[in-house]
């Protein structure tokens, strides 16, 4: 392993972090993630859908790194005569916690999220919702935005001891990680680095990417929840114990000798890890696993809380854990 004892850069986290990106509207996080790895990489194209593509040549195992660089936010369905905007949701969002949340567009107006008169807190409804942008009317408000316009929650980056918070952790953490990882790998085999579209509305461009691809092995880069709350659904995940292995999620099982692999690699670097058992949602190697004739693929994840919240907090001892067995990874032997 290469330079493993090197910290990673963070402040590359808060400018991934901050940009926008939401799903179906990559292409703003894409340009930023290109011009950072671009030096690291023997070729970068964007295929049909929007996926970023790094490939980097070798002679061994085909090798397939997704993380997804979309957001979940909000798009625009109507304007009003007075210049309220009504929208739906993109991804995991969570109606009851939108009112007064701030949203930004990709043309850096800002706006907040309000309701109208509620007589009980269950009429809390996303069609009671509203959205604030300023505008003093209809003809105003069109000048700003339009129908289809989406929008991200803020939250900018903190770090508090040894956490981090900010918006969009999930998953610009994941897309750091990886590129982390390019910066320092040295490896006879051949990696594809693809950077995924729309993977919060259903693991869409990480289904395109991994037919495109065809590797023989891939690992997805992802955050995961964590039962380490007051409280919390019980779930073995801690902050601060690790990286990842997943094991089980509503999108895939990992194969045995996947989990192993990531096992038996972490063991013989001494790289902190934990095993996950996610009892919801996926991410982009339930759809990579099911591509062609079926594809080997695991995933590294990094222990979040409040996920889809503007403050998912992970702490950065974990994110070091998952750029330094993804490297071993990457620069060991497979035999799968
Ligand atoms: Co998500
Ligand atoms: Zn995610």
């Known amino acids: 392993m290469s330079n493993a004892q090197n910290l990673p850069d963070y402040t590359l986290l808060e400018r991934l972090s901050q940009a926008y990106g939401p799903s179906g509207a990559e292409k703003g996080i894409s340009e930023k993630i290109a011009a950072v790895i671009q030096p690291y990489c023997d070729s970068l194209t964007q295929d049909k859908l929007g996926n970023l593509i790094a490939i980097r040549k070798g002679s061994g195992k ?31 969002v969570h109606v009851a916690e939108l009112p007064h949340r701030r949203v930004q567009f990709q043309n850096g107006r800002t706006g907040i999220i309000s309701m109208e008169k509620l007589d009980k807190p269950s009429d809390l409804k996303l069609s009671r919702l509203y959205l604030d942008i300023g505008a003093a009317n209809q003809e105003e408000a069109e000048q700003i935005v339009q129908i289809g316009d989406s929008a991200v929650f803020t939250g900018e980056l903190v770090h508090s001891g040894s956490r981090i918070l900010s918006k969009a952790l999930d998953n610009r953490v994941g897309c750091f990680v990886a590129i982390e990882a390019l910066k320092r790998v040295q490896t006879e085999h051949e990696l594809s680095f693809a950077f995924t579209v729309q993977e919060e509305v259903g693991l869409r461009g990480a289904q395109t990417a991994a037919f495109a691809l065809d590797p023989d092995v891939a690992i ?11 409280k919390a659904h019980p779930m073995e995940v801690k902050l601060g114990n690790g990286v990842a ?3 089980f999620d ?10 192993q692999w990531m096992t038996t690699t972490a063991e013989k670097y001494k790289i902190p890890y934990q095993f996950e058992v996610l009892e919801f949602g996926g991410t982009d190697s339930g759809a990579i696993h099911l591509t062609k004739g079926g594809i080997p693929a695991g995933v590294l994840s990094i222990p979040t809380r409040y996920v889809h919240s503007p403050s998912e907090m992970i702490d950065s001892k974990d994110v070091e854990a998952a750029v330094n067995l993804l490297v071993a990874l990457l620069e060991g032997p497979i035999n799968l």
């Open 250 to 259: 509503h999108s895939m099982i990992t194969p045995p000798q996947i989990k």
């Open 220 to 230: 997805a880069v992802d955050v995961t929840l964590t039962g380490d709350t007051p």
């Open 62 to 92: 085909k090798i397939m790194i997704a993380t997804h660089m979309d957001e979940i936010g909000v798009m625009i369905t109507h304007i009003d005569e007075n210049g309220f905007l009504r929208f739906t949701t993109v991804g995991g």
């Open 245 to 247: 292995i997943k094991v």
